[in-house]
């Protein structure tokens, strides 16, 4: 290679990593102080309201999204922005239909970790009623009332017995005045992208969930290979045993950042491996 072409390739490399804003070893390098909590249909912002202090007083930087429930993309664009505003790598938590937006939002470079709280953890090409389907209808997927604009929105009921039913009856009633309603189809929306295949993850199983299927949210951790923790809470694990969800998302900003790292190694590892074994043209393999 001729010198002029050895300064334009580093001229071209020095201009990409500076539009770029943040490169993945970059990301990888840095220690996590970003958490980006992700809410559910059925649920807004004030779901992680027992979470947020907890993880503040270690030092965190915590934002909430506020999802418009209106589209997986709509969702996942809303959080796609607030990954951009945040200065350095992210941990990015997501609660049951969450689980969809950050998979969906989650390869963004600044994403090092993903968290799941009694989540979906659909395939590429498939939805969160796809990913739910073969385990049968829960008492919660039920109760789930959609009007004639396709507009859903669980009942009493179902909030108070199937969705928080672990949590005092006061509190129970405060996450049924807040649910809102979500745009029913977007549960048949189908995901482009599936961050956890790339991403380190960790997953919180909530082993008395009425709403998604235990054994849905341990079969996303094992086809994910990530650390799965069960916990004996209702849907709104956040809510019910706070300090434990917290946990949780600290060990995986604490780890993520190595994880990544031993997996950027081991696919450089393997693409050198690769090009080695490649036999040279006109010469015997």
Known sequence: MTKLAKT??????GTTTALSGVSPAQTQSQPVKNILLVHGAFADGTSWGKVIPILEARGFHVVAVQNPLTSLADDTNATRRLIALQDGPVILVGHSWGGAVISEAGDDPKVVGLVYVSAYVPEVGTSANQTSGPFGPTPGQKAIQVDGHHFARM??????????????????????????????P??????????????????????????????MEEDGAKRSRGVAVKL???????????????????????????AATASA???????ASSTRSLPRKGMPS
């Open 8 to 13: 334009l390739l580093a001229v071209s490399i």
């Open 155 to 184: 009942s009493e009921g179902g909030i108070i017995n199937a969705f928080a039913d672990g949590l005092p009856m006061s509190e129970r009633r405060l996450v049924l005045a807040v649910q809102g309603q979500i745009y029913g």
């Open 265 to 271: 190694e081991r696919s450089h590892l393997s693409g």
């Open 232 to 258: 004996p809470t209702c849907h709104v694990a956040m809510l019910q045993e706070p300090e434990k969800v917290a946990d949780v998302i600290t060990e995986a900003a604490k780890e993520a950042p190595k």
């Open 186 to 215: 977007m549960f048949d929306e189908k995901l482009t992208h599936a961050a956890w295949k790339s991403k380190p993850s960790w997953h919180v199983i909530s082993m008395k969930d009425h709403t998604l299927s235990p054994a």
